[in-house]
């Protein structure tokens, strides 16, 4: 009789059984789940995540026989671009790269977002940007390093999040009022109970490791009504990034946004109390649908002294995030400067009321 293999609900590896909890434990995105949970969620021993249409194999050999990729000796980044776009220098350590080969077709997303940015615009919002900074470098704002601002598809993973919420807690209500010479208090304690199965969807987490999470989170949100089927098209005269981290790796930054979008949902819902005493609160997800795309990004990294400094701009929107270099020099000349006008404008004004 052949063996049944469950698999995890959240990331597809396999779960194995632990005798200290009772439960199945996933060892990749540390999911758990009580047997009768994944007999629930898996019926006849079949793994009930919905999957996400396939590429036909044509699709796939398209991707893989038109789609270069590009090794970076320095830093290690591995840079994808369609057969008709040269990539020559990386926009991570802005070392040459060379050609590697071609790439495999498992890595061909299922969604894009097209880039609605254009060059010449990114040029003009990064500068408005950059313009009200006054303590940055001088060459941080030459066109030289305006040129390595990159058109750049990141690698993103979206996920949408079938989470069973399970809340108890006493609600106290409190009330005072006087009355002749009395002050009266009344409280009303409510057994707050709430269970429910809530529903996250189209949360996103990068799967690049050499761009800074916190910096894809700072230029969201993406308008995901405008997610288009993948077509080799949209890599024409842009550069994309090839994932590595897979949706297993990022599922724990998934799992906390998707608890925190549960736990606030459970919150609307409690109404007013005068106070909150919480016995029990537990958001276990039940199962993950997962959608892999490319995300469009104007990209740029500037080094100063020995430090990268990265700085993202939404291609879709235009949301910029990322912190600029101080330059001591120019911050010193600055106060030395307001020191002397200070210094001058008290001798003028001492000497006027001698």
């Known amino acids: 009789m052949d063996s049944v293999e469950y698999k995890c609900p959240n990331c597809d590896a396999d779960l194995k059984f632990n005798p200290d909890t009772q439960k199945l434990d996933c060892e990749y995105c540390f999911s758990s789940f009580t047997v009768d949970e994944i007999k629930q969620i898996c019926a006849n021993a079949e793994n009930s995540i919905p999957s996400n249409s396939q590429p036909t194999p044509q699709a796939q050999e398209e991707f893989s026989e038109h789609t270069n990729l590009y090794h970076c000796a320095s830093c290690g980044a591995e840079i994808m671009s369609d057969d008709q776009q040269t990539a020559l220098f990386c926009y991570y350590c802005h070392n040459p790269v060379i050609l590697s080969g071609k790439m495999s077709g498992q890595y061909r997303p299922s969604k894009v977002i097209g880039f609605k940015l254009n060059r010449e615009k990114a040029e003009q919002i990064f500068q408005n940007w950059i313009g009200a900074r006054m303590f940055v470098p001088s060459d941080f704002k030459s066109s030289q390093q305006l040129e390595k601002l990159t058109g750049l598809y990141v690698p993103f993973w979206l996920a949408d999040c079938y989470t069973s919420a399970d809340y108890h807690a006493l609600g106290k209500q409190t009330r005072s009022w006087t009355s002749g010479n009395y002050r009266y208090t009344e409280t009303k304690e409510y057994d707050v109970i709430r269970r429910a199965d809530i529903v996250s969807k189209g949360i996103p987490a990068d799967g690049e490791s050499k761009i800074e999470d916190a910096l894809m989170e700072a230029i969201e ?110 911050l010193i000349g600055f106060c030395i400067a307001i020191g002397a006008a200070l210094t001058i404008i008290g001798t003028l004004f001492g000497g006027a009321m001698i």
């Open 221 to 330: 949100p993406y308008d995901y009504s405008e997610l288009k089927n993948f077509s080799m098209s949209y890599l024409s005269g842009f550069y994309a990034d090839k994932y590595d981290v897979d949706k297993g790796q990022v599922f724990p930054r998934i799992r906390e946004r998707s608890n925190n979008a549960s736990k606030e949902y459970i919150k609307q819902s409690l109404g007013s109390y005068s106070s909150m005493t919480v016995h029990n609160e537990n958001y276990n997800i039940q199962r993950t649908d997962w959608n892999y795309m490319l995300l469009p990004v104007w990209f740029m990294t500037y080094k100063y002294k020995d430090k990268v400094y990265e700085f993202a701009m939404n291609g879709q929107t235009g949301k910029i995030a990322g912190t600029p270099p101080l330059s001591k020099a120019k």
